[in-house]
């Protein structure tokens, strides 16, 4: 497996391909993490302006990187690693479990918004669609586990009506659904 970099602010984009875990831990995670900007393709790239995205896939042999169709073949062959990688490089050991922790403090003395869970599962510097993502997939995990329950006007969801309500922008903004621990009694 190999990864793969797309840095991008309009209208320049630059790619590579190919790094192993090492290459792209020097020349960008470790810079980037910290607010620094990391040279590319005799450019430089500024975190607070550029959007870095990495892919873990296959390695690419030449005749798929060539005439354009490099980052089409990333894309449908590897995985968004971004937000992992970016955790990793942060210090953070494993950011999902951080944040279901976090959610699970949190609620354990009173409940707490969709909202507010979009508020743990970031830091400033995150883009706000990878926080509510986060925030999301958490969410979802704990539900599943049983150890949260979806409430709304003191009503529990039932499970059927989970994906709709997360699903919908209402539910993150309005503050009208809340998560509660659920209590072994």
């Known amino acids: 497996m190999a990864f793969h970099v797309q840095l991008r602010q309009l209208p320049y984009v630059a790619r590579a391909f190919n790094l192993t875990g090492e290459q ?109 993502a986060r925030a999301e997939q958490a969410v979802w995990e704990l539900l599943h586990t049983g150890m949260v329950r979806l409430v709304r006007d003191g009503a529990s969801l039932s499970q059927e009506a989970w994906e709709a309500e997360l699903l919908s922008w209402a539910a993150w903004r309005d503050g009208a659904l809340v998560i509660e621990a659920v209590r072994g009694d």
């Open 24 to 132: 792209l831990s020097m020349r960008l995670l470790e810079r980037w993490a910290a607010g620094k900007s990391v040279e590319l393709q005799d450019r430089l790239w500024d975190p607070a302006r550029a959007r870095l995205t990495i892919y873990e896939g296959p390695e690419l042999r030449a005749d798929e990187i060539g005439m354009g169709r490099g980052w089409g073949n990333v894309t449908r062959s590897g995985t968004d690693v971004t937000a992992q990688m970016l955790a990793q490089a942060q210090g953070e050991p494993d950011s999902s479990d951080a944040l279901k922790t976090a959610i699970m403090t949190g609620c354990g003395s009173q409940p707490l918004t969709l909202g507010d869970v979009v508020l743990l599962a970031g830091t400033e510097r995150m883009r706000a669609s990878e926080r509510l």
